[in-house]
């Protein structure tokens, strides 16, 4: 069963250093998503991307954050700066459609800890 | 203001019981989504239900539009059931996309 990648799963890396997080999205799916889970809390969505341009995001998504969809099949989530609160679980997610009908598929997750 | 609300937080039970975890909403949506998440983090989907009710295996979910409701429930519960349940609905932002909002989750541990 086809099924959405993430690497690496678990990410160290110091404060104030650029971190790109990578996606692979399963094959057919046109609708993409990026979500945060800190530790402890709940999931929240960052950011959705469609057609090649974010067609929503958050007000955690600041300009330190940006999506790219570099190649086609990958799907990347790079912070530039990273700080000590940017320490979390980054799940992407795909789907085929917008709407009801559609299911979100959920990569394993990438675990990024800031030092 | 929580737009999705779960509970109980915290379930514990003995093998082989009848969980029921509930999901209350706050705002009208097209369908509501059950989730999995394992003790490693990571997410599986359970259910994506728009109306009635969906069962597979042992597990059934149960939406109730008109009440803003859902309920997960686990018949013959199992040790490998322990996971955290997450319920999420998708709201429709200010330009007509759709984003998931997510309940905080409720933890369940089976006892053998």
């Known amino acids: 069963e086809p099924e959405v990648t993430q690497t690496p799963s678990h990410q160290v890396t110091q404060m104030g250093q650029e971190v790109i997080l990578r996606c692979v999205p399963i094959?057919?799916?046109?609708?993409f998503y990026w979500y945060r889970q800190i530790l402890g809390q709940k999931v929240e969505f960052l950011v959705s991307?469609?057609?090649?341009?974010?067609?929503?995001k958050s007000e955690i998504f600041d300009d330190q954050f940006s999506v790219e969809r570099p190649d086609g099949s990958n799907f990347t989530l790079k912070i530039r700066s990273t700080k000590l609160e940017d320490s979390a679980m980054y799940f992407c997610?795909?789907?085929?459609?917008?709407?009801?009908?559609?299911?979100?598929?959920f990569g394993p997750g990438t675990r990024l800890t800031v030092t | 203001k929580n737009e999705v609300e779960q509970s109980p937080q915290n379930l514990t039970a003995q093998e082989g019981e009848f969980i029921t975890i509930n999901c209350s909403y706050s705002?009208?949506?097209?369908?509501l989504h059950w989730l999995q998440q394992h003790p490693g983090g990571g997410i599986v989907s359970l259910f994506m239900?728009?109306?009635g009710k969906k069962k597979h295996g042992r597990l059934i979910a149960t939406i109730n539009i008109q009440e803003k409701h859902s309920s997960l429930h686990i018949t013959a519960s199992h040790p490998r059931d322990s996971a955290v349940y997450i319920c999420?609905?998708?709201?429709?932002?200010?330009?007509?996309?759709?984003?998931?909002?997510f309940g905080t989750g409720t933890r369940l541990t089976i006892i053998p």
């Open positions: 997610a795909s789907r085929t459609g917008a709407g009801a009908i559609y299911e979100q598929y």
């Open positions: 991307f469609y057609n090649n341009e974010i067609s929503e």
């Open positions: 999420a609905v998708p709201i429709i932002s200010n330009f007509g996309n759709e984003k998931l909002t």
């Open positions: 094959s057919n799916h046109l609708y």
């Open positions: 705002v009208g949506i097209s369908a």
């Open positions: 239900l728009s109306s």
